[in-house]
């Protein structure tokens, strides 16, 4: 039986600032706290602090300030036992950033006496005041929405773009200077051009939320690029925000813009959100404000409650199964969905917000109850993550209806099967048909798969295509960070080269990878740039690389125009054929008309070259390298047939009733390698070398109602058994 939703009780005033008539309202959530200081800090670096008062049963400290208006500057100190080993690690001597601010400002200056504890001791209390060193929270007045969408995307349509915000723009030749790298450079029109006209209706932005550096990259002079160490859940990044923006406030507003922006060219909008963990990093880290507030509350402690209990790998890990906090997040997300605008979240290291008291995986926790009865987040999009670095964080298809999971099947699968690491074609058909291994089962439909060869951590498509092995060198790590699973073949040739053989070659493999993602079953995310040859160097974990490194290139869009012109075909076929883009799980079952009589042909078959359905024998060819998929409904068919073999095979088109002419409707060859002349059923057509081909076939209304007996399962059979392995970190 289902436990009902435990959350935190109603406050009588919402947790943050809000703006009333003449003045704002203060609110903290510090409950085992002794006193808690409101410190104002005006323009000229003075403060004036202001006691809050306690309600007990609620442990919320609370204060109306008289002329406090928008863009004022404020932090708390909060008073307290230091007893580390009962999670009380309170001193007011460090200024701590309100956990609710809507807009943050300032930076953390690591040089200043920004850790509660002496550098002698990570228990003993260090009591030099922090003011100076760390940022300051910003009130912030209210303002409408963004223009909402249209027309919502459903997820059996949408193609998501996985991009970083600042690095899309920072050498985006058409986007003004000021603006690149901002909120304001990616509402630019000319980027929403290139997105509508590739055919993306749904961009994922890596971590949007107010972030900060690991003290440990601040030492070697780089920064944290991608975000994953959020500080405040509830304010944008302030450094996205364009100068004339600001960040006392202007973020905000700037950020809605973008929202805006994207919604009215059709484009929904994702947020890559860190619930997981903060950028406190463990006890040993800044006191920056959770740490401060409540250590044992915000935050995972083992059984002596004086260290961190980690398994994020980051040092701490937030603990959602403490109502006020749970409550924290599922108000943030609100926040982003009504105020902000958002259309759906993708949670890292999802496991972690289901973990109960005592550190389990618990699936039927209250962070998904809560979701799932919330009449705001209930029909947003929700992508899991679906590990972390704990006990049983492996989760990978047990996420249930509502969610969307990454699959790290398909990415591993297709990149081995494209350079020549697989056996058989069975657990391509899988792949193909949505990964029904994993996620078909509980009424789950398809698009619970996200399918993705590349993301953000790990190569880009070309790198995928160029290097054996990671190039990490410049992450000042003597090249041991990063995986080592890389999956990736260099066609002979280690790094860049000018040989024109070898890069055809690299080029029509990823064509292929880009595919395969495009065609199968599921929804599918796409790296930014990998339409269009970005290369990181070989660097497959770029996480602190600010520079040209992780910056997108828009000056490869000549050199590599075949990749762009493919994936802009196979979209915009995805568009305008649902048969393309099913959200539900297929069987071999018949296809009917609209008055219930049987058309001779299935939902789904499995076809070899030589026009007729797989045999059993043909399932289990351990060198075949060829295999193809037939799709139907009442008014068309498509045989997306996969040839990965180093040599031409001739393909005989499956006849009546499958389809009665078939027509080349993309390929990932070159121009003249195959025919653009429509070809009637039965005949051949030569496939080249390594290649995908998107066959349309023209279907007859009407066939006879007994369709012929299958030689083979409706499903493939002999599928490998999938082994739940803890992955290598994925942020």
Not at 69 to 93: L, T
Not at 606 to 625: A, K, L, N, V
Request: with cysteine; hydrophobic share 35%; proline share 7%.
């Amino acid at each position: 039986m289902t436990e009902p939703v435990h959350s935190a009780p109603a406050t009588t005033i919402p947790l943050g600032a809000h703006l009333r008539d003449g003045g704002t309202e203060f609110a903290l959530w510090a409950p085992r706290a002794v006193r808690v200081e409101l410190a104002l800090v005006d323009d000229a670096d003075n403060q004036t602090n202001v006691d809050l008062a306690l309600n007990p049963d609620e442990g919320i400290w609370s204060a109306f300030v008289p002329g406090v208006g928008a863009g004022q500057r404020y932090g708390y100190r909060v008073h307290g036992d230091w007893k580390p080993e009962d999670g009380q690690r309170f001193n007011p001597a460090k200024l701590l950033l309100d956990p609710y601010a809507r807009a943050i400002t300032g930076y953390v200056d690591y040089r200043g006496p920004i850790s509660d504890h002496t550098a002698e001791s990570n228990f003993t209390r260090d009591t030099t005041d922090s003011f100076g060193a760390v940022p300051l929270s910003v009130v912030v007045a209210p303002s409408p929405p963004p223009t909402p969408l249209a027309v919502t995307v459903p997820l059996s349509e949408m193609v998501i773009y996985e991009t970083h915000l600042k690095g899309y723009t920072q050498r985006h030749p058409e986007v003004p200077e000021g603006l690149r790298g901002t909120y304001a450079g990616f509402a630019d029109d000319a980027v929403i051009k290139h997105l509508t006209d590739t055919g993306i209706n749904a961009v994922e932005f890596l971590p949007l939320h107010h972030f900060v550096s690991e003290p440990f990259i601040v030492g070697r002079g780089l920064v944290n690029y991608w975000g994953y160490n959020t500080l405040g859940f509830f304010a944008p990044h302030a450094p996205y925000a364009s100068a004339k923006a600001g960040t006392l406030g202007g973020q905000v507003a700037e950020f809605k813009h973008l929202v805006g922006k994207l919604h009215e060219a059709g484009i929904a909008v994702i947020l890559d959100v860190v619930y997981n963990h903060t950028g406190e990093g463990g006890h040993e880290g800044p006191t920056l404000s959770f740490r401060g507030i409540d250590h044992g509350g915000y935050y995972r402690l083992t059984s002596d409650n004086r260290n961190d209990y980690d398994v994020t790998g980051c040092g701490n890990a937030v603990d959602t199964s403490h109502p006020r906090v749970l409550q924290m997040v599922l108000d943030s997300l609100r926040y982003w969905a009504t105020d902000m605008g958002v259309d759906g979240f993708r949670f890292d290291l999802c496991t972690t917000l289901i973990r109960d008291t005592n550190h389990h995986v618990d699936q039927n926790h209250a962070f998904k109850q809560a979701i799932a009865a919330d009449p705001v987040l209930a029909d947003k999009v929700m992508i899991s993550e679906p590990w972390d670095l704990g006990p049983y964080g492996y989760q990978v298809g047990r996420w249930g209806k509502g969610w969307s999971e990454w699959n790290d099947h398909f990415r591993g699968y297709v990149r081995d099967f494209w350079r020549g690491a697989t056996n058989g074609v069975q657990e391509l058909a899988t792949r193909l048909s949505g990964s029904s291994d994993t996620f078909d089962h509980g009424g789950r439909p398809a698009t619970s798969s996200i399918n993705f060869v590349t993301a953000h951590d790990g190569f880009t498509l070309r790198d995928v295509v160029t290097y054996d092995l990671k190039h990490n060198e410049a992450n000042s790590e003597r090249n041991r960070d990063g995986t080592d699973d890389n999956r990736s073949w260099n066609h002979g040739y280690e790094g860049e080269t000018d040989d024109a053989a070898v890069n055809a070659a690299r080029q029509r493999t990823a064509r292929n990878m880009m595919a395969t993602l495009l065609l199968s079953a599921g929804v599918p995310m796409i790296t930014a740039g990998d339409e269009m040859g970005r290369t990181q160097g070989g660097n497959n974990n770029a996480y602190c690389q600010d520079s040209p490194t992780s910056w997108v290139d828009w000056h490869t869009a000549d050199e590599w125009a075949a990749q762009l012109d493919l994936t802009r075909e196979l979209l915009t076929l995805r568009a305008e054929h649902p048969l393309l883009r099913n959200p539900q799980f297929r069987s071999h079952r018949e296809v009917v008309d609209d008055d219930g009589d049987g058309l001779g042909r299935s939902e789904v078959a499995w076809f070899s070259e030589h026009g007729t359905e797989m045999t059993i024998d043909q399932w289990h060819e351990q060198g075949r390298r060829t295999l193809g998929q037939y799709v139907s409904d009442p008014n068309e068919a498509f045989l997306i047939f996969v040839h990965a073999g180093f040599e031409p095979i001739v393909l005989t088109l499956p006849g009546q009733p499958w389809a009665s002419e078939w027509t080349i409707a993309a390929h990932t060859g070159l121009d003249k390698e195959l025919p653009h002349r429509p070809m009637s059923a039965g005949s051949t057509v030569t496939v080249p070398a390594r290649t995908v081909v998107v066959l349309h076939g023209d279907v007859l209304a009407h066939l006879p109602t007994v369709i012929p007996s299958p030689t083979t399962p409706d499903e493939p059979v002999d599928e490998p058994t999938t082994v739940d392995v803890d992955p290598d970190p994925v942020i």
